[in-house]
Nanobody, 123 residues
Framework: QVQLVESGGGLVQSGGSLRLSCAAS????????VGWFRQSPGKEREGVSC????????YYADSVKGRFTISRDNAKNTVYLQMDSLKPEDTAIYYC????????????????WGQGTQVTVSS
């Protein structure tokens, strides 16, 4: 079982940047695909990005392509989400999650979740 903790959220103006971190314990994260998801009040949890554990293949939702970059540092057991050119519609609680299978951005495919970190983008 892997435990995940997100950090790096905060308040930023439109056009600004943040880097989120997802630190793992309990297992080596290189065995897992790791995804980033977000959820706003009253909305369903949305897949944002995912990175594989085997070959570091990456996947992005259309809404963030060209603005967000996912990466991993297996030596630090951490996955990152670099968020650039942020927009107010990016405001949400961001979660990371892990699974032993192939990477996806479907929330139901992930079993291990962090507690979330708040990202707020002002107009």
């Amino acid at each position: 079982q892997v435990q995940l903790v997100e950090s790096g959220g905060g308040l930023v103006q439109s056009g600004g940047s943040l880097r989120l971190s997802c630190a793992a314990s309990g297992s080596t994260l290189n065995r897992y695909a790791v995804g980033w998801f977000r959820q706003s009040p009253g909305k369903e949890r949305e897949g944002v990005s995912c990175i594989s554990g085997l070959d570091r293949s990456t996947y992005y939702a259309d809404s963030v392509k060209g603005r967000f970059t996912i990466s991993r540092d297996n030596a630090k057991n951490t996955v990152y989400l670099q968020m650039d050119s942020l927009k107010p519609e990016d405001t949400a609680i961001y979660y990371c999650a892990a699974r032993a299978g192939i990477p996806t951005i479907v929330p139901a495919d992930f079993d291990s979740w962090g507690q979330g970190t708040q990202v707020t983008v002002s107009s």
